[in-house]
C-alpha cells in the first residue's frame, strides 16, 4: 500500500465517524497525524532503514484494520482491548482524552508487539548486533516523531471534542504534552521487550501464548483508567515494572 492510499484510508473512516458523531475519529485522527509524520519521516530519509520503516508503519496499521473490520463484521481476529475500546466510544460521558488514550493504548500495546514479531521473527537470528541495534534506534526513532505530533493532536483532534483542553495547554504550558511522550515511551519501550521475547521464543505452543498475552496486558492497562479511578489514570502510563510492583498487573 502508498502512503496516499493508507492515509486516504484513514481519512475515510475519519470523515464518515465525524459526520456521525461516532467517537471512534478521535483515535484515527491522532493516530493518522501521527502516521503522516512517520511517513514524512521515511521520505525524509530519517531512519537507518528507511524501507524497513515503511513496512512496518503499514503493518502495524494493517493490525487496526483488521481489527476494526472484526469489530464491525463479528467475524475474524478481534482482541479483547479492542472490542472494549470501540464500546466505550458510544459512552458520552467519557471524556475525549481518555477515547484517545484507550485507542493508542491497545494499538501500541498489543497491536504494536504482534507487529514487531511479524518484521523480525524471521530475520533475528541473522542480524549481528550492530543490526539489531539499528533496528532499536529506528524504533526509538519513532518515539521523537510522535513528540513531534503532540501539539498537532491537541490542537487539530482533542480541542474540536473538548474545548476545555485549550485551557489545560494554556495552564500548563507544555506540561501536557511532556506527559503524555512520556507515557507514550514508557509503553514502546515495554512493547520491544515483550517483542524481543516472543521473537526469541521457538516453541509454537509458548509463542501464542505470548501474542494472546500482549491483548491481556493491554487490557489490564485499559481497567486502571475505566475502573481504576484517580489512582488508575495516574499510573495508566508507567512501566509495567512499576505496575508490577504496585501489583495492579500480574508478573508474566
Known amino acids: 500500500m502508498t502512503h496516499h492510499a493508507l492515509l486516504d484510508r484513514m481519512k475515510t473512516s475519519i470523515d464518515t465517524w465525524e459526520t456521525k458523531g461516532d467517537r471512534r475519529a478521535i483515535f484515527l485522527a491522532c493516530y493518522a497525524l ?51 475500546a470501540h464500546d466505550l466510544t458510544r ?5 475525549p482524552l481518555a477515547h484517545l488514550l484507550l485507542g493508542v493504548n491497545a494499538h501500541i500495546n498489543c497491536d504494536l508487539v504482534l507487529a514487531l514479531d511479524d518484521m523480525l521473527h524471521d530475520e533475528w537470528d541473522d542480524l549481528t548486533l550492530q543490526m539489531r541495534q ?21 490542537d487539530h483532534v482533542l480541542k474540536r471534542y473538548s474545548p476545555a483542553m485549550g485551557i489545560v495547554d494554556v495552564a500548563c504550558g507544555r506540561l501536557d504534552e511532556w506527559c503524555t511522550a512520556r507515557l507514550i515511551r514508557n509503553w514502546r ?8 521475547t516472543l521473537i526469541q521464543t521457538k516453541d509454537a ?18 481497567r486502571l483508567v475505566v475502573a481504576g479511578g484517580a489512582f488508575g489514570a495516574r499510573i495508566f502510563g508507567y512501566p509495567q515494572r512499576w505496575l508490577r510492583r504496585l501489583r495492579v498487573m500480574p508478573d508474566q
Open 91 to 95: 459512552m458520552p460521558e467519557m471524556p
Open 134 to 154: 539499528s533496528r532499536l534506534n529506528d524504533y526509538l526513532l519513532v518515539n521523537t516523531i510522535i513528540g513531534e505530533t503532540i501539539d498537532s493532536v491537541q
Open 34 to 84: 501521527m502516521t503522516r509524520n512517520m511517513l514524512d519521516g521515511i521520505d525524509a530519509g530519517r531512519f537507518d532503514d528507511n524501507g524497513w520503516v515503511h513496512l512496518l508503519v503499514h503493518n502495524f496499521a494493517e493490525y487496526y484494520f483488521i481489527a476494526l473490520e472484526a469489530y464491525e463484521h463479528n467475524v475474524g481476529w478481534l482482541p479483547e482491548v479492542w472490542r472494549q
Open 205 to 222: 505452543q509458548t509463542r501464542a501464548a505470548l501474542r494472546r498475552q500482549a491483548d491481556l496486558q493491554a487490557l489490564g492497562r485499559m
Open 189 to 196: 519501550r515495554d512493547v520491544w521487550d515483550q517483542a524481543v
